[in-house]
């Protein structure tokens, strides 16, 4: 699978200028995620939905467009999303099956949620532990993707085997 290191770079020149103040791209081995901020009127609330709403319409051609470009390119789907003041809209995103087993003390904890309604199935359970240690453990999960970073640029500078 190519490498998506460069992806925020290439959406930056790919975009049209008029399009986002600013941009973040995110990456995995499914898609990649494209989140511009439009330019902020001081709108908010449905102000501000609404105008995410027409932006979302008014580009749909574009994005499809550049979208597939990216596609070829990465080997991964691209999905869109914008961010106008204190308001954020995903317009598509991939959701991956990913499997797992789990022991029985596991499942309880994943029961546990659904039986208290927390969750509709042990399948949303999981995702929703994932963004809880997701949101709590931010600072040290960044740490580990920039060691992990720093391997890879070491193991690239050593020796072809």
Do not use: N
């Not at 995620?33 to 008014?58: H, K, M, N, Y």
């Not at 789907?77 to 991939?94: I, M, N, P, Q, Y």
């Amino acid at each position: 699978m190519p490498s998506a290191d460069d992806a925020r770079d290439w959406f930056a020149g790919r975009l049209p200028e008029d399009w986002f103040t600013d941009i973040t791209v995110t990456a995995d081995r499914e898609e990649i995620t494209v989140i511009g901020t439009l330019p902020d009127e001081g709108v908010s609330g449905a102000e501000a939905e609404g105008r995410i709403g027409r932006f979302r319409s008014e580009t749909r051609d574009q994005r499809i467009e550049i979208a597939l470009e990216a596609q070829a390119r990465y080997q991964r789907k691209v999905s869109w999303g914008v961010r106008l003041g204190d308001t954020e809209a995903l317009f598509t995103h991939v959701a991956a099956p990913v499997m797992t087993r789990l022991r029985q003390p596991e499942r309880q904890v994943l029961d546990t949620l659904v039986d208290a309604g927390v969750a509709r199935s042990r399948s949303d359970a999981l995702s929703w532990c994932v963004r809880l240690v997701g949101q709590h453990a931010d600072e040290w999960l960044g740490q580990l993707r920039e060691a992990m970073a720093e391997v890879d640029k070491l193991r690239g500078e050593g020796p072809a085997v």
